[in-house]
Every structure is written in structure tokens, then in C-alpha cells.
């Protein structure tokens, strides 16, 4: 399934865009609710699943974080 479409058409979804991210392209979006977030989605390497990362907006350590984790992020496992 493309990651757009598993993503939907969320009125809570304010912005997304492509993005790298372990060697996979995923989608980076912001959301809006009780609170804002940012997450990624990325697919695994087979396809057969999506790993959605997430975090709170407002927190510059969160966020650095955050960044972090998506910078260093690997998929390891069974490929294709």
C-alpha cells in the first residue's frame, strides 16, 4: 500500500512531505488535535508493514530527540 493512502485524507493533518529514512522513502507529517505532532511513516523493507514514529511538538529536547531517532534509524531483518 502506498503511504499515502494508509495515511488517508486525516483533516487533522496539517502538512506532509517525502522523506529518506533508512534507505526507504517515507512521509514526514505534522497533525493537529489536543495537541501537535510530527511523525514519520516509513514501510519496511518487504512491504508488508509501517512504522510510524512519533512526537510531541513544543519541546525543544523532544524534538532533538526525536530528530535523532529518525536520523539514526536502521531497518534490519529479512529482505525481499
Known amino acids: ?4 493512502d494508509w495515511l488517508g485524507e486525516d483533516p487533522l493533518v496539517l502538512s506532509q512531505q517525502p522523506i529518506e529514512l533508512a534507505g526507504q522513502t517515507g512521509i514526514q507529517f ?7 505532532h510530527r511523525s514519520v511513516l516509513v514501510p519496511t523493507a518487504d512491504g508488508q508493514h509501517v512504522i510510524r514514529v512519533t512526537v510531541a511538538l513544543g519541546n525543544p529536547d523532544y524534538e ?6 529518525i536520523d539514526s534509524l536502521k531497518l534490519v531483518g529479512k529482505q525481499p
Do not use: I, K, P, R
Request: charged share 25%.
Open 30 to 36: 505534522d497533525s493537529t488535535g489536543l495537541y501537535e
Open 64 to 69: 532533538a530527540a526525536f530528530d535523532t531517532v
Open 1 to 4: 500500500m502506498d503511504l499515502a
